[in-house]
T-cell receptor, first 113, second 114 residues
Framework: AQSVSQHNHHVILSEAASLELGCNYSYGGTVNLFWYVQYPGQHLQLLLKYFSGDPLVKGIKGFEAEFIKSKFSFNLRKPSVQWSDTAEYFC???????????FGKGNQVVVIP | DAGVIQSPRHEVTEMGQEVTLRCKPI?????LFWYRQTMMRGLELLIYFNNNVPIDDSGMPEDRFSAKMPNASFSTLKIQPSEPRDSAVYFC????????????FGSGTRLTVV
């Protein structure tokens, strides 16, 4: 079965530090990849997505992610975090031709001012 | 566009009672999804509809759970009878086509069964 793995479920860092969250998936076919963010008490919002083309995808709020097909990975990065980036981050994978969007368990990120 | 609208935002009910959660997808979206979020299990897909037809309900935990989509603008998720372990945040999401452009989520319903 398709699975999505996110490591380091809890991340604590200071403002201006760099952030990288890992995401690996198990499906070998064509996939669409997404990162969602959930701020405390809110719903999930799309940060960025990859369909095809340039494997380096830029999203909102200074986030970017790189698709590395050989590693089945889609890691999320931000060079310098802010306190307002405190949230939970979810990686999601959709197999091409299938409606299902499978989510990882999420990364809880806390940014200390 | 008002986005995906869910109601109620919060629901507290006693064990054994029937609970109905409601969702209005984005106008024009033809796929609708119900997710449950808990600390232990994260985000689980319960069921999804395409053009008002249930396509995959393999994530529905038990027969106590049922979902309907009588038309393109409304869906319900019902739990009868409810149990304390059903306490979670239930999200509805919708998309156009096969979801290749991502899903839009509602604000969720926080259900507490006491």
């Amino acid at each position: 079965a398709q699975s999505v793995s996110q490591h380091n479920h809890h991340v604590i860092l200071s403002e201006a530090a760099s952030l990288e969250l890992g995401c690996n998936y198990s499906y070998g076919g064509t996939v669409n990849l997404f990162w969602y963010v959930q701020y405390p008490g809110q719903h999930l919002q799309l940060l960025l997505k990859y369909f095809s083309g340039d494997p380096l995808v830029k999203g909102i709020k200074g986030f970017e992610a790189e698709f590395i097909k050989s590693k089945f990975s889609f890691n999320l990065r931000k060079p310098s975090v802010q306190w307002s980036d405190t949230a939970e981050y979810f990686c999601a994978v959709r197999i091409y031709g299938n409606n299902r969007l499978a989510f990882g368990k999420g990364n809880q990120v806390v940014v200390i001012p | 566009d008002a986005g995906v609208i869910q109601s109620p935002r919060h629901e507290v009910t006693e064990m054994g009672q029937e609970v109905t959660l409601r969702c209005k997808p984005i106008s024009g979206h033809n796929s609708l999804f119900w997710y449950r979020q808990t600390m232990m299990r994260g985000l689980e897909l319960l069921i999804y509809f395409n053009n008002n037809v249930p396509i995959d309900d393999s994530g529905m935990p038990e027969d106590r759970f049922s979902a309907k989509m009588p038309n393109a603008s409304f869906s319900t998720l019902k739990i009868q009878p409810s149990e304390p372990r059903d306490s979670a945040v239930y999200f509805c999401a919708s998309t156009l086509g096969q979801g290749g452009h991502g899903y839009t989520f509602g604000s969720g319903t926080r259900l507490t069964v006491v």
